[in-house]
């Protein structure tokens, strides 16, 4: 007859989860519930803001009769910080956001020279500042990289009004509909980030992820072997972190919550996942390793005191005792 299989309860402070129904193992005893925070999408929520704003931009750009190179700048301006956040891995950590900020800077000068020289090279040739009605010198490039942005937008000014300002309108709808779709996503996101739970138990860290479907992930405690924390320049300023888990498995990879190549060690894989914003992130670090050694030492204890009984049972005479070979005796060292 099979044992009876106990149901998780659900605490009450987080009652848009009570219908949850996680099957608990044998002896298994929940030991906490963490809730991923919020705030740990502030890079997502800050990156739908900005989109907005150069929907915004772009709206009052197109709003005007003719565009100009004061016009040009808030949207090149908003555009440029939003590729910079898009690529935010370096806000992990404050020392690579300086060294970032100066590469993007010297990146951005070295491209402003390229364009700028191409410009004063092909305009003479093509009659291109004349054909806009642009009245832009034919000096070579100057040492000055401003001088070298303001001569470029000068030419992105003159093509806009010859070529976009047509469909003005159509690009005003388009940006209203885009910064409706940045308002919705920010709502999307948070109610994304409040469907997912993270429960440790004894035995195991199961996260759940609900938002449209449901998916449950297992972790095993016994095959954890590293537990690093990492809490970025944001994550300290709002109280989150991360949590990586490294687990050993014989059986091959299986897909990641953070998906990425599995590392072969010996004729094991190394999978990589990660538990993402959740609050105290040292406090939980620590207590995953302590769970994960009671987990280890509750199980090697378990198999002593089984061979103990099995003996017993021999010198007891209760039982007659199990010769085995070399191979035996190998593959239960190894077990």
Not at 33 to 58: D, E, N, T, W
Not at 209 to 223: I, N
Not at 263 to 288: A, C, H, M, N
Not at 298 to 324: D, F, N, Q, T
Request: glycine fraction near 6%; charge should be neutral; aromatic fraction near 10%.
């Amino acid at each position: 007859m099979s044992e009876e299989v106990e149901v998780l309860k659900v605490p009450e402070h987080v009652d848009q989860y009570r219908d949850i129904d996680l099957k608990l193992l044998p002896g298994e005893v929940v030991d906490e519930i963490i809730q991923m925070s919020p705030f740990s999408k502030v890079r997502s929520y800050v990156l739908c803001g900005l989109i907005a704003l150069f929907g915004y931009s772009v709206y009052m750009l197109f709003s005007a009769s003719s565009i100009t190179v004061t016009a040009l700048i808030p949207p090149v301006a908003i555009f440029l910080v939003t590729y910079f956040v898009w690529h935010m891995d370096i806000t992990r950590d404050l020392k690579s956001l300086v060294f970032s900020i100066i590469k993007y800077m010297i990146g951005l000068m070295m491209i402003s020279y390229v364009l700028a020289f191409a410009a004063n090279f092909f305009s003479p040739i093509l009659g291109l500042a004349e054909w806009l009605g642009l009245g832009v010198s034919e000096t070579m490039v100057s040492l000055n990289p401003a001088d070298n942005i303001s001569l470029i937008l000068a030419y992105l000014a003159g093509l806009a009004n010859a070529f976009i300002m047509p469909i003005a309108p159509h690009l005003r709808l388009m940006s209203l509909v885009l910064i409706i779709s940045c308002l919705a996503a920010s709502l999307l996101i948070y109610f994304s980030s409040r469907g997912q739970l993270y429960y440790l138990t004894n035995k195991r860290i199961v996260v759940r992820r609900k938002f449209g479907t449901v998916q449950v992930t297992t972790l095993p405690l016994d095959g954890l072997v590293e537990v690093t924390a990492f809490q970025g320049f944001f994550g300290r300023l709002f109280g989150y972190g991360d949590v990586t888990l490294t687990i050993v498995s014989g059986g091959g990879a299986v897909e990641s919550l953070k998906p990425k190549p599995a590392e072969p060690v010996g004729s094991f894989y190394e999978v990589k996942r990660k538990l993402e914003g959740v609050k105290d992130v040292w406090q939980l670090k620590d207590k995953i390793i302590m769970l994960r050694d009671r987990y280890v030492e509750a199980a090697y204890l378990e198999r002593i005191e089984g061979e103990l009984k099995r003996i017993r049972k021999v010198v007891e005479g209760k039982e007659a005792p199990v010769l085995m070979n070399e191979k035996t005796v190998e593959k239960q060292e190894n077990t």
